[in-house]
C-alpha cells in the first residue's frame, strides 16, 4: 500500500520525516519534494529499488542517476572533484543544478554511467529535502519524477498519488514545488557545459 503524508514545507515534521527515512532504509520508494519538481528516491545500496525505478521510467542502462547530497563535503565522497569544480559547485549549490562528475569508488557500479563512471551529482535548496537527507545520514539515490513519454516532471502530489499508487510506497506531499527540472552541467572536461537547460540560471555556466 502507497502511503502519503503532508509535510510543511518550511518546518517539515520531525516524526513524519522519521517514518519516511525508516521507509528509505527499509528499501521503499518514495517521492518527495525537491527545488525542481518532486523525485523517486531509494536508498544508495538498493538494488531493488533501483530497479522499481527503471521500470516506472523504462529507463535504459546508460541513464545517468543523481546523488542527491547534504552539502558539498559528502558530494566530494561520491565524485571526484578538481579546484575548479569545486569552486564552480561551491557558487551554485545549494540549487537546481545538477553536475555530472566522475564517480568515486564509493559509488555502485549500477549507479554509474556503465562507460563513462560518471554520476550526477545535487544539493537542492529544499527544507524536506534536508531533513530526509540530515536524518538518513547519507544521499538518497534519486532521478527527476518524468514518466515514460512526458517531457516534464509530475509536480501535483495528489495526481503522482493517483498515478503511482502501488507502484510507490510513499508519496511525499510537500506543496507546490517548481515544475522545470534541474539544469544539468557536465563537468568531465574541467568546464561546464550545460547539457540540460533547466531550472535556475543556465547561462551562468557560459
Known amino acids: 500500500m502507497t502511503q502519503f503524508y ?8 520531525p516524526r513524519l520525516i522519521s517514518q519516511a527515512v525508516a521507509c528509505v532504509r527499509h528499501g521503499g520508494l518514495i517521492v518527495y519534494p525537491t527545488d525542481s519538481g518532486y523525485a ?31 552539502d558539498l563535503s559528502e558530494l566530494a565522497m ?22 555530472i562528475l566522475r564517480a568515486s569508488p564509493e559509488v555502485p557500479n549500477r549507479l554509474q554511467h556503465p562507460k563513462k563512471k560518471t554520476i550526477g551529482i545535487r544539493v537542492p535548496d529544499n527544507a524536506i529535502t534536508m531533513a530526509l ?33 502501488g507502484k510507490v510506497d510513499l508519496v511525499i506531499n510537500g506543496g507546490h514545488v ?3 527540472p534541474t539544469t544539468v552541467v557536465d ?8 547539457i540540460r537547460q533547466g531550472a535556475g540560471d543556465p547561462d551562468i555556466f557560459t
Request: charged share 30%; glycine share 4%; with cysteine.
Open 6 to 13: 503532508e509535510i510543511h514545507p518550511d518546518n517539515p515534521q
Open 187 to 194: 563537468m568531465l572536461e574541467g568546464y561546464p557545459r550545460v
Open 133 to 165: 537527507l540530515e536524518s538518513l545520514g547519507e544521499p538518497l539515490m534519486s532521478t527527476s519524477l518524468i514518466l515514460p513519454d512526458e517531457e516534464q516532471p509530475l509536480f501535483d502530489p495528489e495526481e503522482i498519488y493517483e498515478t503511482l499508487k
Open 178 to 180: 517548481n515544475d522545470v
Open 40 to 70: 523517486l528516491g531509494c536508498h544508495i545500496g538498493d538494488k531493488k529499488a533501483l530497479d522499481r525505478i527503471r521500470q516506472i521510467r523504462k529507463l535504459e542502462k546508460s541513464h545517468n542517476f543523481t546523488l542527491v547530497c547534504r
Open 78 to 99: 561520491f565524485a571526484r572533484v578538481d579546484n575548479v569544480s569545486f569552486r564552480l559547485l561551491k557558487n551554485h549549490t545549494p540549487g537546481p543544478y545538477t553536475f
